[in-house]
């Protein structure tokens, strides 16, 4: 059929267009399978085979020594290798047991199989006549002949194997008898060896040196490109996490968590990896994370719950990994390849805001044991009052940051508060006050700014209440500063002030915050007056209702003397901004502009024109503190029901990228963390090359913020995210945590954590207390002049040796009590009246617990804190009833008494302080004891002091085991104790 | 470098690219013998040759390439959607150049009295199937093959964030072969960007070949024979469809605001978008008076324009100009074939009146009709 041999194309032309063809398309599948088998996962599952293997000889290798060092293991192995040889000399009779033992088995084996034939056609048969005898079938009674038959068989059979197994028995009670002593042995040994056994174990199917030469093909086979589809080695499978209960939110749904990390973080969750590298490196934190006993199990929460990512990525890039600085970027990309993977809306965060991803579940502890940037990030949006101007969730009803404006015109000068908002730093280097003025978007127009500041003064000044001549009366002399000075340290301002001489730390901490309550007092004298100092040492409320400054119930002269002082110390800085004369013409412009916003510029121009500079200032001024927002931070007359200026900061850390204005920066990159670490450096940068009228300007102002706090702030708002139902629930909503939660916020305000520890954190007074301690001695001191602060307890002293003692040391007993326990340890109605009234429980010291005005609810919210924190039955106790004339009562009397336990040769009782001693190392008055203490702590107290409180100078006169040192009451411990608790509950107070 | 890459980006605006091309293209495709005239003294039927092609080719896919060095370039046509649009787009250039060769091929053998290529001998119909035309689908569908896997392994699947109806992207673009309409939606009211025109553009590119009904050209390639339908048909294509979806496609940023080739996707580019009615241009702007309440005394003058535009121009020309065209065409035909190119026309017009005198609609009655 050849002849015809018309062609579009010469059959050889495309024989070899197809040959080229398919070895082009046989390098496809070349190219498609090595790029599907060159996954990074493979290489790092190889490499934690090998760093394994390595550990694991490592660790059989010293097993092993430990063993050959052992004495028992030789003991054993010589035993063993006796008694083996002691049994081969018996062994004829065993190996004969043996053969027996495997004949049986076969038989019976064989007769089972006959069995089991015989009871599947017995049930057969039976079904067979069920069926027969219901239908009325003829052949019924054949069939039940048959299956009686069956039966029968099945019986007989089933006899048989029994007779064989009990055969079977004998022989092996034989066999084990003969070999009892060996077995016993080798059993011995094998506890000993159990860690080599299984490192070898381990080993065997782990290590190449000991696979079979079969296993090692097989061991290369299976990971074979296109091999590996069986069983493979090295996979993902096998390390992926499913985790249960916290799904990923795809938007229209929610799909299961799914973290593949372990595929290259193989070594994650074992402590023995924490020296190697990435990715094989061990957890930082195994004891709050991953391990079974830690708080965050791996099976439950995973990886991304917490550092978010993507779960599912299998490679570096697509697993979304975020590099912490730029150096690490380049370093990424050129070893990793890596790429940021925009559309992956929860990446990771960088390694130094990992904290962001705990806020998920603990939106709201207060403070978070271990999150220790995110805690400070927190306190320092608090304390500046970022939430003033922004919304931010958690921080709704929190009071606003800065002092009450209305009665402003007793304190200070308009000159005074001109220069202070114009800059403030300039008079207190770390004031919390920011600067809105002389920033990088107005420097230019500073004749407008100081207009608008001295409207904003002159507005502030003419609405504020004037106080002058109030609660001053009573100053009727100059004061001694010298003892001002020591009653500043004394009765404890440093809890919330820095003194003078206070060091800032290099570093913010929470701590440093706490000692950051109120402002530094330094310059008083250029700010205020003297009158007005006093008036408000002696009551701060006249001055400002809602302030936080407590009471500190001081006496005239006390107050007289702190007032003297105060007025003496210098600022460390000064105002240097001059006052200007009102600009005129630009106050009217600035009126205009603003009055034009409301209505046409011909009616507004007609307007300013009729209007006096004092209108025209109270106007603007009103005007423009609507518009910097001071009323986020400050109460001020007119602005009561104003929301605030910012935006939302609710849900920050969410916002799409597009969203957050970068401005003409272009050398940022586009990432949100840039982009707030940028706006808090320079809030007003991204203004930079914008044409932009003076109204249209950013206004955030400038905390001056360092790296540190930066850090902090930028680690709360990648915290501040939308949040996940789901993972909101991992901390469930219970009484006790609410209730807690509610308590944290009120002490957190209030900062008691300035001078008392409470649930493991604070006591922020204690370094300058040390330094207080160590520069004044107690014993070189008149007694009325130590130093502990306020409120309760017995943190111990008693003992005479004080001089010498570390300052360190010392200061503890001057500590204002440690408050953790405190739920356990005093009675609700106690406390809830000492809330009220602190009248202090040592009112011998001169440092005490200020007065704070708390209403009833308030107390209630501390009350249940402290129970809720202990776990105590809130809130009531049942009193405690004593016999007098009980046995226990008169034995109690005794140890009581000097001659034996000598309570009172330390604490004041009813009144009578105990003698010769000075008053630091007095201890609390017993007679307190029965309407303060709870029962079942005392006794506990007086068991074992020191769990309760360490550190406490409480003697423990019970030994913690043994029998009691006393012969009372059948020298029975818990009996005594017992017996002296219900002794102090009888005693009365002065 | 930086100023031609300038002038190319102004250039690229449709206000001068468009217009241009539209001049161009009927030199390059004459409708008619005179523009053919011309094509030839310009020497543009030589692009149809395989030099022409290389040339072409070259300069196409030359200037593209150079582009990408250029980074904002680059960013638009690398992204791994738009790649497949790049690749489309030289496609059809290939496709286009290939089909105008073997007609121009076909023209020069027909005028010089010879069969055209694709002529078989009518007595003794056959087609070579085996191994001829199976052979090579082998070889083609082995080649698809393999660039299908290379170019799955060289990009991933362009994949975005998971779907979020309270979110839209910007620019929120059409899938591609739409952006020719999204293009449109710049100019007209919706329902006619979205529905009239799509509809008369496909269904009147579709309905070419049943108006010129004419057997020569039938069954091979050849420009010359039909000339008048296939320049109206690559009008169609080329410059209502092709050159809106590249627009779309590559030239539309954010906010829908036009980037040169070479500009780079600021999100703050702000351009002045004040555009007015034409009731009140004639109205206030013409005639110095308020405009009037009724909404059609307020629109007269934009229906008459239309209507002069539908009703009366298409008789006036089939009297004059297309008088030869008419006759060969009769009633029906002529008027179907006018009603759709001067449908077709009002985009470009349109178009035009906007970059000149910021026109906003010529008739604008909302809620019912707004063009």
């Not at chain 1, 500079?613 to 009561?640: N, S, W």
């Not at chain 2, 919706?190 to 009147?204: D, M, S």
């Not at chain 2, 009615?277 to 909404?295: E, G, H, Q, T, Y």
């Amino acid at each position: 059929m050849d002849n015809n041999e018309q062609r579009y194309y010469d059959p050889k032309t495309l024989n070899r267009v197809f040959a080229v063809t398919s070895v082009i398309f046989l390098a496809s599948l070349v190219a498609m399978f090595y790029y599907d088998y060159d996954r990074e996962w493979r290489e790092h599952q190889a490499t934690f085979r090998k760093i394994d293997i390595g550990s694991a000889r490592e660790r059989l290798e010293r097993d092993q020594k430990r063993l050959e060092q052992a004495q028992e293991y030789q003991q054993l192995t010589e035993a063993l290798s006796s008694a083996r040889a002691e049994q081969s000399r018996t062994s004829v009779t065993v190996e004969q047991e043996r053969a027996e033992l495997a004949r049986l088995t076969k038989q019976r084996d064989s007769v089972r199989e006959e069995m089991n034939f015989e009871i599947a056609e017995h049930a057969a048969a039976k079904y067979k006549f069920e069926q027969a005898r219901a239908k009325g079938a003829p052949g019924a009674a054949k069939l039940e002949k048959a299956l009686l038959e069956r039966e029968q068989a099945a019986a007989e059979k089933k006899l048989m194997v029994e007779q064989l197994e009990s055969q079977m028995g004998e022989r092996r009670a034989a066999i084990e008898q003969d070999t009892a002593t060996v077995v016993a042995l080798e059993r011995q040994l094998a506890q000993l060896t159990s860690r080599s056994d299984l490192l070898i174990r381990k080993l065997a199917t782990l290590d190449p040196a000991r696979l079979s030469a079969l296993d090692k093909v097989g061991d290369k086979v299976r990971d074979l490109p296109g091999m590996d589809m069986f069983n493979p080695r090295y996979n993902v499978r096998d390390h992926q996490l499913i985790i249960d209960g916290i799904t990923e939110d795809m938007v229209f749904t929610r799909v299961p968590r799914v973290d593949r990390c372990k595929a290259c973080h193989m070594g994650i969750a074992d402590q023995r990896f924490a020296d190697e590298d990435n990715p094989h490196r061990a957890h930082p934190n195994l004891d709050l994370f991953l391990t079974q006993s830690s708080a965050h199990p791996m099976k439950e929460f995973g990886c991304t719950s917490c550092h978010s990512g993507r779960g599912r990525g299998t490679s570096f890039t697509t697993a979304v990994h975020t590099p912490d600085s730029a150096e690490e970027r380049e370093e990424w990309e050129k070893e990793h390849d890596w790429e940021r993977l925009h559309h992956w809306e929860a990446p990771m965060h960088p390694a130094r805001y990992t904290q962001a991803g705990c806020y998920k579940c603990h939106t709201d502890n207060p403070e978070l044991e271990g999150a220790d940037k995110l805690n400070l990030g927190l306190a320092i949006v608090r304390k500046a009052g970022c939430n003033g101007c922004h919304l931010i969730d958690r921080f709704n009803g929190e009071p606003k940051a800065g002092p009450s404006l209305r009665r402003l015109k007793s304190k200070l000068t308009p000159d005074w508060a001109f220069k202070w908002i114009k800059s403030p730093k300039e008079f207190r280097a770390h004031t919390w006050m920011p600067a809105f003025f002389k920033q990088s978007n107005n420097s230019d127009i500073e004749p407008r700014t100081d207009v608008e500041l001295k409207a904003m003064v002159h507005y502030l000044f003419a609405e504020s209440e004037d106080r002058t001549g109030q609660a001053e009366g009573k100053r009727t002399a100059a004061g001694n500063a010298e003892n001002g000075k020591r009653l500043t340290r004394a009765r404890g301002c440093q809890a919330c002030h820095m003194l003078a001489d206070d060091p800032y730390d290099a570093t913010l901490s929470v701590d440093a915050m706490r000692r950051q309550q109120g402002p530094k007092l330094v310059g008083m004298a250029s700010k205020t007056t003297a009158a007005w100092l006093y008036g408000w040492l002696k009551d701060p409320a006249t001055h400002s209702p809602d302030t936080r400054m407590p009471d500190l119930r001081l006496s005239d002269e006390d107050a007289r003397d702190i007032t003297a002082y105060l007025m003496a110390v210098e600022s460390d800085g000064t105002l240097t901004a001059a006052v200007p004369a009102t600009d005129e013409r630009m106050l009217d412009e600035v009126t205009l502009e603003l009055m034009a916003k409301n209505m046409s510029q011909v009616a507004a121009k007609a307007k300013v024109h009729g209007m006096a500079v004092e209108e025209k200032l109270a106007y603007t001024g009103k005007q423009m503190t609507r518009h910097y927002g001071c009323f986020g931070c400050h109460d001020i007359p007119g602005f009561e029901d104003e929301q605030p200026i910012g935006t939302d900061l609710s849900e920050e850390g969410s916002k799409p990228i597009a969203q957050l204005d970068f401005g003409l920066r272009h050398d940022l990159e586009h990432v949100n963390y840039a982009w707030f670490e940028e706006k808090l450096k320079d809030p007003r940068s991204f203004d930079h090359g914008l044409v932009k009228k003076p109204g249209e300007r950013l206004l955030m102002p400038h905390f001056g913020f360092d790296e540190h706090e930066r850090e902090a702030v930028v680690t709360c708002l990648l915290a501040f995210a939308k949040p996940d139902s789901e993972l909101k629930k991992a901390l469930p909503r219970t009484p006790r945590n609410m209730f807690i939660e509610e308590g944290e916020k009120l002490i957190t305000q209030l900062n008691c954590r300035g001078c008392h520890v409470i649930d493991g954190a604070g006591g922020a007074i204690e370094p300058s207390l040390v330094k207080w301690v160590a520069e004044h001695p107690p014993g070189q001191e008149p007694a009325a002049e130590k130093e502990p602060e306020e409120e309760e307890e017995d943190d111990g002293w008693g003992d005479e040796e004080d001089e010498a003692i570390d300052p360190e040391i010392l200061a503890r007993a001057y500590m204002p009590p440690d408050l953790t326990g405190e739920g356990a340890k005093v009675q609700p109605e106690w406390l809830f009246s000492f809330l009220g009234d602190p009248a202090s429980v040592r009112p011998w010291f001169e440092a005490r617990m200020p007065t704070y005005s708390l209403t009833g609810e308030e107390r209630n919210t501390i009350l249940r804190y402290f129970s809720y924190l202990d776990n105590q039955k809130f809130p009531f106790e049942k009193p405690v009833t004593v016999d007098t004339n009980s046995v226990e009562f008169k034995a109690a009397e005794k140890m009581f008494s000097p001659a034996v336990m000598n309570c009172k040769s330390c604490h004041v009782v009813a009144g009578k302080t105990p003698e010769g001693k000075t008053a630091a190392e007095w201890a609390p008055d017993l007679g307190m004891a029965k309407d303060r203490l709870k029962a079942d702590w005392t006794l506990k107290w007086l068991l074992d002091p020191q769990t309760l409180i360490p550190g406490t100078k409480m003697p423990q006169y019970w030994p913690e085991d043994g029998p009691s040192p006393l012969p009372d009451l059948g020298a029975d411990t818990l009996r005594q104790c017992r017996a002296v608790r219900d002794y102090l509950f009888t005693l009365e107070e002065e | 470098m930086g100023a031609l890459k300038h002038i190319i980006n102004l250039v690229s605006a449709p206000q001068v690219s468009f217009l241009v091309a539209a001049i161009a293209f009927f030199f390059v495709f004459p409708p008619t013998a005179g523009f053919e005239r011309w094509n030839r003294r310009l020497r543009l039927n030589l692009l149809w040759t395989v030099r022409g092609g290389i040339l072409l080719h070259a300069l196409v896919i030359g200037g593209f390439f150079l582009s990408t060095l250029d980074p904002n370039f680059r960013a638009i046509v690398a992204k791994p959607d738009n790649v497949p649009i790049a690749l489309l787009l030289f496609g059809t250039l290939f496709f286009l150049w290939y089909a105008m060769k073997q007609a121009v091929d076909n023209d020069q053998r027909l005028a010089s009295d010879q069969k055209p290529n694709e002529y078989t001998d009518p007595s003794e119909p056959k087609i070579l199937v085996w191994p001829d035309l199976v052979y090579i689908e082998l070889i083609a569908a082995v080649l698809c093959m393999a660039a299908l896997i290379f170019w799955s392994i060289a990009l991933e699947a362009p994949l975005e964030q998971p779907a979020n109806p309270t979110l839209s992207p910007n620019p929120a673009k059409a899938p591609w072969y739409f952006l020719g309409l999204q293009e449109m939606l710049v100019y007209f009211d919706p329902w006619l960007a979205g529905v009239v025109f799509p509809v008369l553009i496909i269904f009147g590119l579709m309905a070419l070949p049943y108006i010129d009904t004419a057997p020569e050209g039938s069954g091979y390639y050849s420009y010359s024979r039909r000339k008048l339908f296939i320049s109206l048909f690559l009008f169609g294509w080329l410059l209502l469809w092709v050159y809106l979806i590249i627009v779309g496609a590559f030239m539309r940023g954010p906010n829908w605001n036009f980037f040169g080739p070479y500009e780079e996707w600021d999100i703050h580019k702000v351009v002045p978008l004040t555009n007015i009615n034409f009731s009140a241009l004639v109205w206030v702007k013409l005639l110095n008076r308020p405009l009037p309440d009724n909404i059609i005394v307020r629109e007269i003058f934009g229906i008459v324009l239309l209507g002069i535009h539908f009703l009366v121009v298409p008789p006036l020309l089939g009297v004059t100009v297309l008088k030869k065209f008419y006759s060969r065409m009769g009633n029906v035909k002529y008027a179907v074939f006018m009603f759709l190119s001067m449908a077709a026309l009002t985009l470009p017009i349109k178009m035009f009146l906007r970059w000149t005198i910021n026109l906003k609609y010529l008739v604008a009655i909302p809620g019912w009709f707004n063009l």
